[in-house]
């Protein structure tokens, strides 16, 4: 058969795939009645209602121009504020930018740091958007590894073991995806120290720091000393105030990189949807009860499930953060996709293995508790009876 020309034409750094086991698992779901999604990312919050509003108002408004590529100013200087009260970091106006969700972020910083042969040190598991961002800019990128004995936490001897004359970038995910970990603060000053050291540039995304329960502690790394010349804030909404659609997110990092990424960032998609960026303001400036209601019915749904692993002897790394619990079903002698595939066939309950973040050891599947309570409840009695089963 003739290779089509467009696939003949095809550049190097596009890699083909199969279809990935993700979509392996939505199809079967498909065909299967009551399936409780327990995998995905996206809060089953509605986005609060005084952000809608605000986002009406603009329409109303004929506020659908385009802004400024970095962003509205109004809505850079929230930003900047909030930074500042919420984690003591300090940038002006000119030193944001808002982007197309914290994705746009992502490819954006690889475009600007990384050149052919430079390696990425990645937290990991992980959220491989990264990896392709890397391998994109002809980069290559080296999972640092985290372990449950650590409760998932990024350990500087890990990041230290692997620092090569090529090593350029590291990605610092606290809270992380998948795990929910959150690296210590007196961890991340470790991690500061070894970035000055061996002068790393530090990407710190911390899309889920809003999202922290009692008994862990955020510390943005950019606001240690020395740090704000060598770090890149990355933050947004989607998870925070259930804005995954809306598709907007921020960069701070000081002002003559931002400079140098406004062209780059306006060639990507000239500017942020406009509409989100009057959302994006009225979410900051706005009331904040809802986003902290949001967080008493993730530490709820958490507790839950927690409890729930205990009683199925099922062990997973503390969560500090996020909505994410990482659990070790290695006592089920399965691997992890052939648990997930046979937990969505046999229970109609569908998450995802540690493979899709990058984890080969085969032991791992991710939770995310973005489901009312109750249907966690029936997730959960499913589940047990599944592992019962195995056990028997």
Not at 72 to 80: E, H, K, T, V, Y
């Amino acid at each position: 058969m003739t290779t089509p020309p467009l696939l003949q034409a095809r550049a190097e750094r596009i890699v083909e795939e199969d279809v990935s086991f993700r979509t392996k698992m939505l199809e079967i779901a498909a065909g299967q009645q009551d399936v409780i999604a327990m995998g995905r990312g996206d809060p089953d919050f509605h986005t609060p209602s005084h952000i809608v509003e605000a986002a009406k108002r603009a329409i109303d408004a004929n506020e659908h121009h385009y802004t400024h590529p970095a962003g509205l100013p109004d809505l850079r200087a929230a930003i900047a504020d909030t930074l500042a009260k919420g984690y003591d970091l300090s940038y002006n106006v000119d030193e944001i930018i808002v982007t197309a969700g914290v994705q746009e972020s992502i490819m954006l910083c690889m475009l600007a740091l990384i050149d052919p042969g430079d390696e990425a040190l990645i937290t990991s598991p992980r959220f491989t958007t990264y990896d392709t961002a890397v391998h994109l800019c002809g980069g290559r990128a080296v999972p640092v590894p985290t372990y449950e004995r650590d409760d998932f936490a990024l350990m500087p001897s890990e990041i230290e073991a692997r620092i090569t004359e090529r090593s350029k970038v590291l990605v610092l995910v606290s809270p992380n995806n998948p795990t929910g970990a959150v690296t210590p603060p007196n961890v991340i000053r470790e991690i500061a120290a070894l970035a000055l050291q061996h002068d790393l540039i530090v990407i710190s995304d911390e899309i889920y720091a809003e999202l922290i329960y009692p008994g862990s502690e955020h510390l943005s790394i950019g606001s240690l000393p020395g740090m704000k010349d060598r770090t890149i804030v990355l933050n947004g909404f989607s998870k925070s105030h259930a804005m995954t659609g809306w598709r907007i997110g921020y960069l701070a990092a000081p002002e003559p990189f931002v400079r140098l990424v406004t062209e780059p960032r306006h060639t990507l998609s000239i500017n942020t949807c406009t509409i989100s960026q009057h959302a994006a303001l009225a979410a900051l400036t706005g009331p904040q009860e809802p986003v902290e209601q949001m967080l008493v019915a993730y530490a709820e749904r958490r507790r839950v499930m927690m409890e729930a692993m205990d009683a199925m002897g099922l062990t997973y790394g503390h969560p500090g953060g996020a909505f994410y619990l990482y659990t070790n079903i290695s006592a089920s002698g399965m691997p992890a996709p052939d648990f997930c595939e046979a937990l969505l066939r046999e229970a109609q309950v569908m998450v995802f293995p540690g493979e899709l973040f990058g984890d080969d050891s085969g032991h791992y599947i991710r939770f995310s508790y973005l489901q009312p309570l109750e249907r966690i409840h029936e997730a959960l009695a499913r589940m047990s009876v599944f592992v019962e089963k195995l056990r028997i």
